[in-house]
């Protein structure tokens, strides 16, 4: 525990390691809420997911490429996106934390996928909901995801498409992706 301690506070800066403590518990609010037998899981992934936030590209390009991660041209574009694979990668190999859902969860955080778990979702949502994040939409993600995961990710990725749009940022082709799918999933659940 002390090790894994020291390796969070060599990888991360207070503020950031506030933020993943902040992720932790919320995501272990939201397992409580959700996913119930998994909430220590969630905490461990939440506590880790940002551990290669703050490397250099270059440190993430060339442990990713040492692990035979394929990077996109899309992720060459916005390398940041790559801390969560690289984040996923150093908990197993580093860190010894040998759990594939874990491992999911803490690879997926940034982009997501068409098929998430619950336990990507839950790591997901905590990111963008934990106490120290001030957002306008902020409340509403919050109660939206203690209700509904899926609706929860609808909004969450409604929100980041629209602040990319309204700042005129490229919006990567995955994020509208899986937007479109949580679009979908939302409007059956709600026919039934
Ligand atoms: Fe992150
Ligand atoms: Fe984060």
Same mark, same amino acid.
């Given at each position: 525990?002390?090790?894994? %301690?020291? +390796?969070?506070?060599e990888?991360?800066s207070?503020?950031r390691?506030n #933020?993943s $403590? !902040?992720?932790?518990?919320t995501?272990y609010y ?13 905490f461990?992934?939440?506590i ?14 060339a442990?990713l490429?040492?692990?035979g ?8 574009l916005?390398p940041?996106?790559?801390h ?5 990668y150093f908990?197993?190999?580093m %860190?010894g +934390?040998?759990d594939?859902?874990i ?5 997926? #955080?940034? $982009? !997501?996928?068409?098929?998430m778990?619950?336990l990507?979702m ?13 957002f306008a ?5 919050l109660?939206?995801?203690f209700q ?5 990710m ?16 490229t919006i ?20 039934i």
């Amino acid at each position: 525990m002390k090790r894994f %301690l020291k +390796i969070l506070q060599e990888n991360l800066s207070e503020e950031r390691l506030n #933020h993943s $403590l !902040g992720v932790a518990r919320t995501a272990y609010y939201l397992a409580q809420k959700h996913l119930p037998e998994k909430k220590e899981k969630a905490f461990l992934a939440g506590i880790i997911h940002d551990i290669a936030r703050e490397w250099p590209e270059e440190r993430m390009i060339a442990f990713l490429k040492a692990k035979g991660y394929h990077i996109t041209p899309e992720d060459k574009l916005n390398p940041v996106v790559l801390h969560a694979p690289a984040g996923a990668y150093f908990s197993r190999d580093m %860190l010894g +934390i040998y759990d594939e859902e874990i491992f999911s969860a803490v690879s997926r #955080h940034t $982009l !997501g996928a068409v098929d998430m778990t619950e336990l990507d979702m839950i790591i997901f949502l905590a990111d963008l909901i934990e106490p120290g994040r001030s957002f306008a939409q902020r409340q509403n993600l919050l109660i939206a995801s203690f209700q509904d995961l899926k609706r929860g990710m609808l909004l969450a990725l409604e929100n980041t498409v629209e602040y990319l749009r309204n700042k005129n940022k490229t919006i990567d082709s995955r994020t509208l992706l899986v937007l479109n799918y949580f679009r979908e999933i939302v409007a059956k659940k709600s026919k039934i």
